[in-house]
């Protein structure tokens, strides 16, 4: 979970709504102080545009799991032997160390969830809602207007209701 800010264009103020990690969702959002609609292009839509690349990634989070945990010792280890060897320590420099740790260990955690298939049950989710949400013509026509490039397969309820899935 995350925060996304963004000034309406519309009346200038700030709108600062809950995002997840990805900002998959409507990149049309809706002003909460004067109710206008814009565009927040960091928004997207994961039935329109895929998921993030990154989720099915499992070597480069290896990867980096493995380099912010060698940065992590470098600079651990040197503060280290710099406190026991000469007695000072830069305690900018040991926060550094905690940081690069725990960014080792986030990227780890996020190895193991790819790993788990949890990444792709949540990506397999937030497809399932942006489908949802372009079901509905009234959105798809509105995103045409605003320039997106929606896939055919989105469009045919603006026409003529295809099929009924199930
Ligand atoms: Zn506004």
Same mark, same amino acid.
């Given at each position: 979970? $995350?925060? /996304?800010?963004?000034?309406?264009?519309?009346? $200038?103020?700030?709108?600062?709504?809950?995002?997840?990690?990805?900002?998959?969702?409507?990149? =049309? *959002?809706?002003?909460?102080?004067?109710?206008?609609?814009?565009?927040?292009? *960091?928004?997207?839509?994961?039935?329109?545009?895929?998921?993030?690349?990154?989720?099915?990634?499992? /070597?480069?989070? !290896?990867?980096?799991? $493995?380099?912010?945990?060698?940065?992590? +010792?470098?600079?651990?280890?040197?503060?280290?032997?710099?406190?026991? %060897?000469?007695?000072?320590?830069?305690?900018?420099?040991? #926060?550094?160390?905690?940081?690069? +740790?725990?960014?080792?260990?986030?990227? +780890?955690?996020?190895?193991?969830? #790819?790993? !788990? @298939?949890?990444?792709?049950?949540?990506?397999?989710?937030? =497809?399932?809602?942006?489908?949802?949400? +372009?079901?509905?013509?009234?959105?798809?026509?509105? !995103? =045409?207007?605003?320039?997106?490039?929606?896939?055919?397969?989105?469009?045919?309820?603006? %026409?003529?209701? @295809?099929?009924?899935?199930?």
């Amino acid at each position: 979970m $995350g925060y /996304s800010e963004m000034a309406c264009p519309h009346c $200038g103020q700030m709108n600062r709504e809950k995002c997840n990690a990805w900002m998959y969702g409507s990149p =049309i *959002r809706e002003c909460k102080i004067c109710g206008k609609k814009y565009v927040d292009n *960091r928004y997207r839509e994961p039935a329109m545009s895929g998921i993030d690349t990154r989720t099915a990634s499992p /070597s480069l989070y !290896l990867k980096m799991t $493995g380099v912010f945990f060698a940065a992590a +010792l470098i600079v651990g280890g040197w503060q280290f032997i710099s406190a026991n %060897a000469a007695g000072y320590y830069y305690t900018r420099m040991v #926060i550094l160390s905690v940081l690069l +740790l725990m960014a080792s260990v986030g990227c +780890l955690v996020m190895y193991i969830r #790819i790993k !788990l @298939g949890i990444e792709a049950k949540n990506n397999a989710k937030y =497809i399932a809602e942006s489908e949802e949400r +372009l079901k509905d013509p009234a959105y798809v026509a509105e !995103l =045409i207007a605003y320039g997106y490039d929606v896939p055919e397969r989105f469009k045919s309820g603006t %026409a003529v209701r @295809g099929e009924d899935g199930e």
